[in-house]
């Protein structure tokens, strides 16, 4: 379970912070960490017994399907695969999301506490563990705090409604376009850097688009003879700001924004 699990492998300071410190750790661990280049002792001066911290290998789980609510778990580095079992058996993929992230925040704010979805590690994972009364009571004080907590459940919405937009409207290289504008728009990286490589499986960039992989092979390739991206070495796809721009005119044209 999350709590039994973590407790040997987590570090925490003996003495508490004040509640104020909810908002700099969300500052360096969230809002100035959106290419993840922070590292485990830059945390440790906000630790204390209401966060503690913990390091989780890919390919383990992070939440299991019935666990509940326990603390609100921020995802400093690495990434996770949500994915949740149909009733038939088969696992569907709901998201693919690279730190920083919440865990936690619609169980916190609602009456059932129970996790329905699976999240696994998808690369090594830093984890920080925060209690949730220590949590309620930052962004209560702290508006800042809760206006970064807000701007995180906004993302959590747009990634869902994009998501279901895609799947319903638009034919699969349309809806990979799509995918990669979503991409770019959650990465402040490419944004500076002006290109953006997705790194992640093919496999897992097709479920996440409910297509088969045979199917995004044929997107990929259809993209990448158009002049939309190029495939590195190894499958991951870059695109750079051009190319980004042409993709978003097509999707404009096609009534998507």
Same mark, same amino acid.
């Given at each position: 379970?999350?709590?039994?699990?973590?407790? %040997?492998?987590?570090?925490?300071?003996?003495?508490?912070?004040?509640? =104020? +410190?909810?908002? &700099? /750790?969300?500052?360096?661990?969230?809002?100035?960490?959106?290419?993840?280049?922070? %590292?485990?002792?830059? /945390?440790?001066?906000?630790?204390?017994? @209401?966060?503690?911290?913990?390091?989780?290998?890919? =390919?383990?789980?992070?939440?299991?399907?019935?666990?509940?609510? +326990?603390?609100?778990?921020?995802?400093?580095?690495?990434?996770?695969?949500?994915?949740?079992?149909?009733?038939?058996?088969?696992?569907?993929? !709901? #998201?693919?999301?690279?730190?920083?992230?919440?865990?936690?925040?619609?169980? /916190?704010? *609602?009456?059932?506490?129970?996790?329905?979805? +699976?999240?696994?590690?998808?690369?090594? @994972?830093?984890? !920080?563990?925060?209690? @949730?009364?220590?949590?309620? %009571? =930052?962004?209560?004080?702290?508006?800042?705090?809760?206006?970064?907590?807000?701007?995180?459940? #906004?993302?959590?919405?747009?990634?869902?409604?994009?998501?279901?937009?895609?799947?319903?409207?638009?034919?699969? *290289?349309?809806?990979?376009?799509?995918?990669? &504008?979503? %991409?770019?728009?959650?990465?402040?990286? @490419?944004?500076?850097?002006?290109?953006?490589?997705?790194?992640?499986?093919?496999?897992?960039?097709?479920?996440?688009?409910?297509?088969?992989?045979?199917? /995004?092979?044929? *997107?990929?390739?259809?993209?990448?003879?158009?002049?939309?991206?190029?495939?590195?070495?190894? =499958?991951?796809?870059?695109?750079?700001? #051009? +190319?980004?721009?042409?993709?978003?005119?097509?999707?404009?044209? !096609?009534?998507?924004?």
């Amino acid at each position: 379970m999350q709590t039994q699990k973590y407790r %040997k492998e987590t570090r925490h300071m003996k003495t508490e912070k004040t509640s =104020g +410190q909810l908002r &700099e /750790l969300f500052r360096v661990a969230y809002v100035e960490n959106q290419d993840q280049t922070i %590292k485990m002792h830059d /945390l440790d001066r906000f630790l204390n017994p @209401c966060i503690t911290m913990r390091m989780v290998k890919k =390919g383990e789980d992070i939440v299991r399907p019935t666990d509940k609510l +326990q603390s609100i778990i921020l995802v400093v580095k690495g990434g996770a695969h949500f994915t949740r079992v149909s009733t038939d058996g088969n696992t569907n993929m !709901l #998201a693919a999301v690279n730190a920083p992230f919440f865990i936690g925040i619609t169980q /916190l704010v *609602s009456n059932d506490k129970e996790y329905y979805s +699976q999240i696994i590690a998808a690369k090594n @994972c830093l984890l !920080l563990y925060i209690d @949730c009364s220590y949590f309620l %009571k =930052g962004i209560r004080e702290d508006g800042e705090a809760a206006l970064i907590v807000i701007r995180d459940l #906004a993302k959590v919405v747009e990634r869902n409604h994009t998501r279901m937009d895609r799947m319903v409207f638009l034919k699969a *290289s349309n809806n990979l376009m799509a995918y990669i &504008e979503s %991409k770019w728009n959650e990465s402040e990286i @490419c944004r500076r850097d002006r290109q953006l490589t997705i790194r992640e499986r093919h496999g897992v960039i097709a479920a996440d688009l409910s297509v088969s992989v045979r199917t /995004l092979y044929r *997107s990929i390739n259809s993209l990448k003879d158009e002049g939309l991206l190029t495939v590195q070495k190894g =499958g991951a796809l870059m695109v750079n700001e #051009a +190319q980004m721009e042409e993709m978003k005119r097509r999707l404009e044209k !096609l009534g998507k924004m």
